[in-house]
């Protein structure tokens, strides 16, 4: 997965060639990236092919593939258009994602900027004046004796500082790998929206299944309670048991208020990340039966790893930075070469302009040599080391996180799996107490605290199946997070019109053509 340079202007192919010729001489060192990192996996253990099963909704059993590819769109992989539709809404009009496009268009005019330094710098200067001498003190300026006259005297400026230790290179080479850490920056804002967008949808989902789970045990305990009344009216039981359960069901009922604020939270959290403020709602809701979880999932290699995270990759460019950083410190301890030249006329009269003898000209070429400045370029380059030395580090704790990340997530879902098994289990086997437990106590054989203890350990149950069928799911989406979400990969639309995700991607919104990211650096026109 290659990286290609942000687009320059192309130089005419004299000047290219004096530049070649002149490459040799940057100072400083030259860039040459990481290694990757000399690990085969991310447990002390092998990964188990297949994560356990459960005969319940999304409990397939999840096999880990190493080498798989990930999809640039892997969220089509849970199977829902509405949560589809909402990320194509939250690419259109996320602010982070705006300001993140706007940010790599600023780096990238910054570079082309730089590259200016490469060329000659050349002014018209133009003046016309008004002067009169003073007669009795100094001689006439004119040949003609009048004191009054006008000059006319259009001249062009050129100057030129020769790129001669690479200063000029080692600057546009540091703003270029900004650039680059932009782009990737860019990338990680994308991956981070869509994947909040998923982790959001599947917590929407889960609020929703509890809050069904917990209306059908309020209505579970509600038709209790009228059983108990009615066996009360007939003096079957006491009423100390009525009592009892009226004060579960007023239990049952206090659960239900929190989740439905959290609800309501988590609809304002979509909203916000398609970019709406919380009066516009978005349209799609969302539940656990209309995600499918994916069987199939993704492992990459450590060493492919630290190529697909763009954070990896922008502390990659943030150190590339820092080493051109070096370069520009040498450079400033060392000659510094200026050439400038003037060429004009003079006359005053504005036909007279371009007559013989008004002409004139200069060349100049200077030389600047730092020779005591107190140490303050010495210890610059000293602080751009240790700079380079930071940027190293902060290169390897970026890769080892990512690294924790997956780590994380891959032990997160073979945990998952164990546990939506378990509760499963749990959830049935509690269910089919309490049917039996009812019917005992319609026949008189159980007492009410059976009941009671039956109740408690079915809601449990039930609240922690769906917890654990939405762990999955959230999950599964923070191993695509994890392993770089799949930028790399063209999206259909890239190869027909530009959908939400290829326009996303671009730095420049505003363009109407364009294609996938190949590697950050080569698609999109930037």
Known sequence: MAMTATRRRRA????AAAMALLAG??????????????VAGYTPQPLPAETASAA????????????????????????????????????????????????????????????????????????????????????????SGTPYFNLYTPQLLVSYAPDVFGL???????????????????????????????????????LRGQIAATEDIIKLETELLELFRRQLALGQIAEVDVAAQDAALAQAETNLPPLQKQLAQQRDLLTALVGRYPSEEVAET???????????????????????????????EN??????????????????????ASVGTIAAQGSRLFSSGTGFWDVIAGLTQPV???????????????????????????????MQNVADTLRALQYDADALKAAAHAESTAAHSLDLVRAQLRLGAVNYLALLTAQTAYQQAEIALVQAQASRLADTAALFQAL???????????????????????????????????????????
């Open 12 to 15: 005419p192919p004299l000047f």
């Open 25 to 38: 001489c940057a100072v400083g060192p030259d860039f040459t990236p990481p290694a990757p990192p000399d």
């Open 56 to 143: 319940v909704a999304d409990g397939g059993a999840q096999r880990f593939v190493a080498g798989l590819d990930i999809p640039g769109q892997w969220w089509t992989l849970f199977r829902s258009p509405p949560l589809s539709a909402l990320i194509d809404q939250a690419l259109k009009a996320n602010p982070d994602l705006q300001a993140a496009q706007a940010a790599l268009r600023v780096a990238e005019e910054n570079v082309a900027a730089q590259e200016g330094f490469y060329y000659p710098n050349v002014t018209a200067n133009p003046s016309i004046s008004r002067y009169k001498n003073a007669t009795a003190v100094i001689a006439p300026t004119l040949s």
């Open 168 to 206: 000029n290179r080692r600057t546009v080479e540091g703003l270029a790998a900004q650039a680059e850490a932009q782009r990737y920056q860019l990338a990680a804002t994308y991956l981070t929206l869509t994947s909040n967008v998923v982790t959001a949808v599947v917590m929407e989902a889960s």
């Open 286 to 316: 969302f539940n656990l039966k209309g995600l499918e979880l994916p069987l199939e999932l993704p492992v990459s290699l450590p060493a492919k790893l630290v190529e697909q995270r763009p954070d990896v990759r922008q502390a990659e």
């Open 319 to 340: 150190l590339h930075a820092a080493s051109a950083e070096i370069g520009v410190a040498v450079a400033n301890r060392l000659p510094n070469v200026t050439l400038s």
């Open 372 to 402: 005591f400045d107190g140490g303050t370029l010495m210890h610059k380059e000293r602080a751009a080391r240790a700079a380079f030395d930071q940027a190293v580090a902060q290169y390897r704790g970026t890769a080892i996180n990512a």
């Open 484 to 526: 770089g979400g799949g930028w790399w990969n063209p999206p259909p639309e890239a190869a027909g019109s530009d959908g939400p995700a290829a326009a996303a991607m671009r730095g420049k919104p505003e363009d109407a053509g364009g294609g996938w990211l190949d590697a950050i650096g080569r698609a999109f026109g930037l």
